[in-house]
C-alpha cells in the first residue's frame, strides 16, 4: 500500500520561498508518475508538477514554470518542490500524488489529464502566501 506524507508548508509573504517534501512509502515497482496538485477552497485539484518514474522527465503548470522545481530523492524515497517567488495566487493546500500508469501518458494526454488517474493521494498540506 502506498503512503505519501507531505510536510514544509506554512506561511510566507510573496517573494518568498518554501520548499514542501513528501515521503513515499510501497511505491509500485514499475511505471509511475509521482507528484504535487494543488486545491483551493471551492476549486478543483490542479497538477502542479510531475515526474515521470522511469525517467526522471519532469512537467510543469504554466503557472508555475520557472518558479517551481520538483527533484527527487530516490534512496530517500523522497520528492521535493522547491517554491520560489510566491505569489497569493499559490495559496493552496498542496497534495502528494502518485498515479500507477505507463510511461508517456502525459506527453499524449497533458499534465491535467493526469487528475483523473491518480490512484493514491497524501493528505495535503497548507501553504499560505499573504502580506
Known amino acids: 500500500q502506498v503512503q505519501l506524507v507531505e510536510s514544509g508548508g506554512g506561511f510566507v509573504q510573496p517573494g518568498g520561498s518554501l520548499r514542501l517534501s513528501c515521503v513515499a512509502s510501497g511505491l509500485p515497482p514499475d511505471s509511475y508518475y509521482i507528484g504535487w496538485f494543488r486545491q483551493a477552497p471551492g476549486k478543483e485539484r490542479e497538477a502542479v508538477s510531475i515526474?515521470?518514474?522511469?525517467?526522471?522527465?519532469?512537467y510543469y503548470s504554466d503557472n508555475v514554470k520557472g518558479r517551481f522545481t520538483v527533484s527527487r530523492d530516490i534512496p530517500g524515497n523522497t520528492m521535493y518542490l522547491q517554491m520560489n517567488n510566491l505569489k497569493p495566487e499559490d495559496t493552496d493546500v498542496y497534495y502528494c500524488?502518485?498515479?500507477?500508469?505507463?510511461?508517456?501518458?502525459?506527453?499524449?494526454?497533458?499534465?491535467?489529464?493526469?487528475?483523473?488517474?491518480?490512484?493514491?493521494w497524501g493528505k495535503g498540506i497548507l501553504v499560505t502566501v499573504s502580506s
Open positions: 515526474i515521470q518514474h522511469n525517467d526522471g522527465m519532469s
Open positions: 500524488a502518485v498515479a500507477s500508469i505507463r510511461m508517456g501518458y502525459v506527453d499524449d494526454f497533458g499534465l491535467d489529464s493526469l487528475r483523473e488517474r491518480i490512484d493514491y
